[in-house]
């Protein structure tokens, strides 16, 4: 199993630009999530998704749109860049059943200039 | 949500008993306590994760006191590859939709 996995691993944006970040899992979860970390900090949830066709703000939504049309695919949608996005995101999945640990992929950093 | 307090960052030599320590003050019935450790460039990992008491898997333990406001993750005998970020977690589990993860702990293990 590939677990969760993120496109692309690193990306440079001029500010004004759009873009999507890219997360599938093949773990047939119901849950995922997305975080930003910005160096030297925590994780802060972007945006959460309990099934397809359900989503739901967390503590930073401005600025990020999310989908998620199918269980596997939970895409993150930038429109205008701005150099505060300038982060590594992670997507991250869960089954949803009691004490079930996140499950996170790699990450994609991008940089807004 | 319950906010958590960890140290910012710990110091230790290898094969030492490392022991930090969480602070959740206003943790709820429902909430359960999570560890997550972070390698630079990679997503957290889960290490481990309880209620009450103690529990213990093959990387690490978790003891929790009987009135939760508190944890403590031990990690036996560590080594270099132990350096890292170590998270902890409280989320209701009964609503797992959302985990907010705090500042975290960074551990720095020294030859």
């Known amino acids: 199993n590939a677990g969760v996995t993120q496109t692309p691993k690193f990306r440079i944006l001029k500010i004004g630009q759009s873009m999507t970040l890219q997360c599938t899992q093949d773990?047939?979860?119901?849950?995922m999530y997305w975080y930003r970390q910005d160096p030297g900090m925590g994780l802060k949830l972007i945006y959460y998704s309990v099934g397809a066709g359900i989503t739901d703000k967390g503590e930073v939504p401005n600025g990020y749109n999310v989908s998620r049309s199918t269980t596997e695919d939970f895409p993150l949608r930038l429109e205008l860049a701005a150099p505060s996005q300038t982060s590594v995101y992670f997507c991250?999945?869960?089954?949803?059943?009691?004490?079930?640990?996140?499950?996170f992929g790699n990450g994609t950093r991008l940089t807004v200039t | 949500l319950a906010k958590t307090t960890q140290p910012i960052s710990m110091d230790s030599y290898e094969g030492q008993e490392v022991n930090i320590t969480c602070s959740h003050n206003?943790?709820?019935?429902?909430?359960?306590i999570t560890w997550y450790q972070q390698f630079p460039s990679q997503g957290p990992r889960f290490i481990i994760q309880g209620y009450k008491t103690k529990v213990t898997n093959e990387v690490a333990s978790l003891f929790i006191p009987a009135d939760r406001k508190s944890s403590t993750l031990s990690l036996p005998r560590v080594s270099l590859s132990d350096t890292a970020v170590y998270y902890c977690l409280v989320g209701d589990r009964y609503n797992f939709n959302k985990f907010y993860f705090g500042s975290g702990t960074k551990l720095n293990v020294k030859p």
């Open positions: 206003n943790i709820a019935t429902n909430d359960y």
């Open positions: 773990m047939n979860h119901n849950y």
């Open positions: 991250a999945s869960s089954s949803g059943q009691y004490n079930s640990p996140l499950h």
